[in-house]
């Protein structure tokens, strides 16, 4: 089992900057991809981002291209979303998540481990 704890999420204005670390604990050895995931209320669950073990391969979803950074830090074993120029439709619930297949994965349903979620809301 893995399990992962969310932190650094809050309450911000338009425009500012937030960073949200996901710590992963137990048997950390068997994730391949790790993955933050929002969800807003009345929405589906949606991909924000996720990168390869390597840290070599990253997807990023088109509404937060160019403003969310993804990266982990595998001596930690905590993956980081470093979020910039943020907008009131970024407001949501992120979560993070860890996955055991080969391969870059940007389904929820690709993974197999999950955090309890951290609010995310900006103010207009």
């Known amino acids: 089992q893995v399990q992962l704890v969310e932190s650094g999420g809050g309450l911000v204005q338009a425009g500012d900057s937030l960073r949200l670390s996901c710590a992963a604990s137990?048997?950390?050895?068997?994730?391949?991809?790790m993955g933050w995931f929002r969800q807003a209320p009345g929405k589906e669950r949606e991909i924000v981002a996720a990168?390869?073990?390597?840290?070599?391969?990253?997807y990023y979803a088109d509404s937060v291209k160019g403003r969310f950074t993804i990266s982990r830090d595998n001596a930690k074993n905590t993956v980081y979303l470093q979020m910039n120029s943020l907008k009131p439709q970024d407001t949501a619930v992120y979560y993070c998540?860890?996955?055991?297949?080969?391969?870059?994965?940007?389904?929820?349903?690709?993974?197999?481990?999950w955090g309890q979620g951290t609010q995310v809301t900006v103010s207009s």
């Open positions: 998540a860890a996955g055991v297949r080969n391969g870059l994965k940007v389904d929820s349903g690709e993974y197999d481990y």
């Open positions: 137990g048997r950390t050895f068997s994730i391949h991809n």
């Open positions: 990168i390869s073990w390597s840290g070599r391969s990253t």
